[in-house]
């Protein structure tokens, strides 16, 4: 029942992350959301995919209680937005619906074309207005009227009851409670570059802009149950799923340990980069084996050192063995673990380069290294990784298409 949801990607609007919105809502028992961020998707698929690995994750816990496990279903969109004042939100049907969504937004900022009033008809997207007291333009067949339960006092004698199969639940959220509230109006005031006493009040959210219960929502509708129906059929009618595909989901298929230990694992890595520091700095570089140590400690803290040493031996068996020449780049350039592993070729240290930027202690995802090889050598290196990692090889491929 929540078409309008923002996150932290609603610049200097939205105050939740995608992880706080999804405990929430799981907490309140929520079964249905979609993230409509103000003039962007960029949480998009994090939203989508945040959905689907907490519900993995919490399905053990939540079967051990004796409850039902249960993944919210994510759906995702755009709200629209003109010089801070909402037109309307363009909800995606499917993934075909999000590409119509950004292709309009991107045309119109490319070519700094203001929003129109109206916008096109798009076949896999539905476009909700925000109701107001006169509205009484003819809906296109995917053009709906989002009314706030405050609001429905005004839909007496009014002309949209002609058309009452376009009337949805329309509950946004921007806030978690009443101090992520005053984040929000100190964020207002930031982007407006005003004082906080003088943020004009149609340019913040409502106070009552959270997540609450399901039935608590529908139970202000209960006059007018036809539109509680009218937004489920909608949300029913919208499946994103598409983008789980290459959603991570635990399995036997990852390789924890290279060694067979972790322990094992972190002298193999330690090493091999104090070997390497020296190849690349000579025997005294106190500096770069300053950097080396606090690198190695991240990694080790994360438990990534077997996502190094893989790596490691693919890049070595291509040197070594092969005598293939390779480019290690993006972000790994920016490890110092990676540059004296041979996987890099870029100093981390000349150039001011953070480490943090490739990992940090927060990340719970595995960094990744893109490693390219002439287009004549890259079947022999895949040969290597199916035989050498028959478990993990297909994983493997499906997210690094770098070679």
Not at 382 to 403: G, N
């Amino acid at each position: 029942m929540f078409l309008n949801v923002h996150s932290a990607y609603s610049l200097k609007y939205g105050t939740l992350s995608i992880e706080q919105l999804i405990v929430h809502a799981r907490r309140l028992g929520i079964h249905q959301m979609v993230l409509t961020d103000i003039n962007n998707s960029s949480g998009a698929v994090e939203f989508i995919r945040e959905c689907y690995k907490q519900g993995v994750a919490k399905e053990a816990d939540e079967i051990h209680k004796g409850n039902i496990p249960y993944q919210i279903k994510p759906v995702a969109g755009i709200e629209f937005r003109k010089d801070n004042q909402l037109l309307y939100v363009g909800i995606a049907r499917n993934k075909e619906g999000m590409r119509e969504l950004n292709e309009f937004l991107s045309h119109h900022n490319i070519y700094s074309i203001p929003l129109p009033e109206i916008p096109p008809e798009m076949e896999n997207a539905y476009i909700i207005y925000p109701f107001h007291k006169t509205f009484d333009q003819v809906l296109k067949a995917n053009e709906y009227v989002g009314i706030r339960g405050k609001q429905l006092n005004l839909l007496y004698k009014h002309p949209l009851l002609k058309q009452r199969e376009k009337l949805l639940v329309w509950h946004p959220v921007t806030v978690g409670n009443k101090i992520t509230y005053r984040l929000h109006e100190y964020l207002r005031a930031i982007e407006l570059n005003t004082l906080l006493s003088k943020v004009p009040g149609k340019d913040k959210c409502d106070p009552d802009e959270c997540l609450i219960p399901e039935e608590e929502l529908t139970q202000q509708f209960e006059q007018y149950p036809f539109i509680v129906q009218n937004t489920q059929q909608l949300l029913d009618s919208c499946d994103l799923s598409i983008y789980f595909e290459n959603t991570p989901v635990p399995s036997s298929k990852n390789k924890f340990y290279y060694t067979g230990t972790l322990e094992g694992d972190k002298q193999m890595l330690c090493q091999l980069a104090k070997s390497g520091l020296k190849y690349r700095y000579g025997e005294d570089n106190p500096e770069a084996l300053a950097r080396l140590e606090k690198e190695l400690r991240i990694i080790e803290l994360k438990n990534f050192c077997a996502y190094f040493l893989i790596t490691y031996d693919i890049v070595d068996y291509a040197m070594n063995t092969c005598g293939f020449y390779h480019v290690g780049r993006g972000s790994g350039a920016n490890s110092i673990v990676a540059y004296c592993l041979r996987i890099t070729d870029v100093d981390p240290i000349d150039l001011d380069l953070y480490f943090e930027r490739f990992l940090h202690e927060k990340r719970t995802s595995p960094p990744d290294f893109d490693i390219d090889f002439s287009w004549d050598e890259r079947e022999i290196i895949q040969k290597y990784v199916f035989s050498r990692y028959p478990q993990m090889a297909r994983c493997f491929f499906r997210h690094h298409q770098h070679f």
